[in-house]
């Protein structure tokens, strides 16, 4: 019998309809609150950043929120995209394990970020907005959004952290090449860069000091607003749209999952693969462990603390209850860009303050040998995000087989490394090092927190 590599649907098998789990969850969120008065935010506090349609999102408990048509219509460009079975890899650990993978990376931005990107600029065209600003990390979430917001005719300015702005010219272009303007935060053109600047004129930046500067922008001007490609509720739900697809394609596939696996950096691509699994879970049908896999230098959910912080550096966005290193963090410039970020998800910290989702931290080089291991088995070179996914894959498989049990494992291929080839070359030439916070760090950085505790 010859074996099915390639899982594919059709595009009329594009789903309508995204997963709010917000239902489903035995202990809802704790709300967020206003950073001046600490009490929770009602929509007319967020509206001058966001469009009233994804403020409503954002609180939803419908359990199945409606995809625009012309959403789907522009998804039809990458999706569905393709489920593979790695029999490559597999063989190549002697493991017992199934391995699947979910392909993000053949998105025009290449990983799973335009999923909500498009999703965003569509509700923002259609309350007439004229512009956009943003943060990017490593360059993925500033493409997906230039990509999605020149479809829709919509302007953009990109917030791009220095570091990797230095590092990832190409990503920076890409974005040009979509119309859209690119600064290295901190810049002076705001006044969170500026105090930044002041205290280090050299400060390599990071995701939540762009934050402040893209809010900052956003805000000063009426016609203007503000996007985030993770950590919130919309998000995620956005990307649901990976897990739901990824659920048909088990089933053509004869399988299901005992564990799924995805990179972290607020939550996003975890989520999407993830959720629609869990709801499995939450509604006792079948039990599935869904894994986040963060950097050892960034390790928010493993390290971190529960409570409520900023999203961003300055104090400008709404409090939000989740694991966080403290806003003022500012994570080792590691390769992947896309999980240095202080916080996560609210979804996703209550889910794990829960138990009903786990978490790992993991080395960058262990993530890279497992990354050079998959580009040789399995043939795609993966994005250094996606890396840390493997690296659990690998790990889960090991284990598999010195239990000698056989297990179903997902991960989501998040994107491609295609753009962020000098990492490889740092891999190669033996420069990465082997960083992990140490507690004096983790201390210092919380210490400074003087935002309300959550109390169990
Ligand atoms: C941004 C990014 C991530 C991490 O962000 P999440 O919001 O946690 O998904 C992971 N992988 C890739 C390829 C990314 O671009």
């Not at 596939?253 to 699994?277: K, M």
């Amino acid at each position: 019998m010859s074996k099915i590599k390639k899982i594919v649907l059709n595009e009329n098998e594009i789903p309508e309809k995204w997963y709010n789990i917000q239902p489903d969850m035995p202990n809802k969120p704790l709300p967020p609150l206003h950073p001046a008065t600490k009490q929770p935010v009602g929509p007319d506090d967020l509206a001058p950043l966001f469009p009233m349609e994804l403020i409503k999102q954002e609180v939803s408990q419908e359990r199945w929120i409606e995809i625009p048509e012309e959403v789907r219509e522009i998804y039809k460009m990458w999706r569905p995209t393709p489920m593979f079975r790695a029999y490559n890899l597999e063989k190549a650990l002697d493991t017992p394990a199934k391995i699947y993978y979910k392909y993000e990376g053949v998105s025009p931005a290449g990983s799973h970020k335009p999923n909500t990107a498009v999703a965003q600029a569509y509700y923002n065209k259609a309350e007439g907005v004229k512009k956009i600003t943003t943060e990017t990390g490593a360059g993925q979430w500033g493409s997906a959004l230039s990509f999605a917001t020149q479809l829709f005719g919509i302007g953009l300015e990109v917030f791009m952290v220095k570091v990797s702005y230095n590092q990832k010219p190409y990503r920076k272009l890409l974005m040009n090449t979509w119309g859209a303007d690119v600064y290295a935060s901190p810049t002076d053109l705001t006044e969170s860069g500026r105090k930044i600047l002041e205290k280090d004129p050299d400060s390599p930046g990071s995701l939540g000091i762009a934050i402040s500067e893209a809010i900052e922008r956003a805000v000063s001007d009426e016609t203007t607003k503000y996007s985030l490609g993770s950590v919130l509720n919309h998000v995620l739900m956005h990307q649901t749209i990976i897990g739901l697809e990824a659920i048909k394609q088990m089933e053509k596939a004869g399988d299901f999952p005992d564990v799924v696996i995805a990179p972290l950096g607020g939550g996003s691509n975890f989520a999407g693969i993830a959720f629609p699994f869990l709801r499995y879970k939450l509604t006792g049908n079948k039990d599935v462990r869904c894994i986040a896999v963060e950097p050892a230098s960034c390790p928010k959910l493993t390290k971190g603390e529960f409570r409520y912080d900023f999203g961003d550096t300055a104090g400008l966005t709404p409090l939000l209850p989740m694991y966080t290193l403290g806003h003022n963090f500012v994570p080792e410039p590691i390769h992947a860009g896309g999980l240095r970020y202080h916080g996560a998800s609210v979804l996703v910290s209550q889910l794990l303050k829960d138990k009903l989702v786990e978490a790992v931290a993991l080395h960058q080089i262990e993530c890279f040998e497992a990354g050079v291991q998959f580009a040789k088995t399995e043939g795609i070179i993966p994005a250094p995000e996606s890396t840390h996914g493997i690296a659990a894959v690998v790990r889960e498989a090991l284990k598999a087989k010195e239990e000698g049990v056989s297990k179903t494992i997902l991960f989501n291929l998040s994107g491609h490394g295609y753009f962020d080839m000098s990492a490889y070359q740092d891999y190669f030439d033996g420069k990465l090092i082997e960083h992990e916070l140490t507690d004096e760090e983790l201390h210092a950085a919380l210490k400074e927190l003087d935002t309300p505790k959550i109390e169990d």
